[in-house]
Nanobody, 116 residues
Framework: QVQLVESGGGLVQPGGSLRLSCAAS????????MSWYRQSPGKERELVAT????????NYAASVKGRFTIARDNAKKTVYLQMNSLKPEDTGVYYC?????????WGQGTQVTISS
């Protein structure tokens, strides 16, 4: 079955960096667009970044453009989110998502907290 497992979250000071990973299994990873979302306290889940199946194309939310980079390694079936110049407003639970067939599959999320 489809599984997505995020890792790499933690507590970081403002201005710091983190790299999140999402390990996929149970489907042909290289055939699907992958996305990162986040849900901040008191807010709805929002799209952060998307990467095409082959990795050539990516899109970002305006709030993270220039600071975050999405990447993927199809051989390792893993998608990454490199987050630099982190701000307190980046705090939230980060999820990876993949649409497979008629369903959207989500990981369990990884907590990112930006605080001094």
């Amino acid at each position: 079955q489809v599984q997505l497992v995020e890792s790499g979250g933690g507590l970081v000071q403002p201005g710091g960096s983190l790299r999140l990973s999402c390990a996929a299994s149970g489907f042909t990873f290289s055939s699907y667009t992958m996305s990162w979302y986040r849900q901040s306290p008191g807010k709805e889940r929002e799209l952060v970044a998307t990467i095409s199946s082959g990795g050539a194309y990516s899109n970002y939310a305006a709030s993270v453009k220039g600071r975050f980079t999405i990447a993927r390694d199809n051989a390792k079936k893993t998608v990454y989110l490199q987050m630099n110049s982190l701000k307190p407003e980046d705090t939230g639970v980060y999820y990876c998502k993949c649409p497979v067939g008629r369903n959207d599959y989500w990981g369990q999320g990884t907590q990112v907290t930006i605080s001094s």
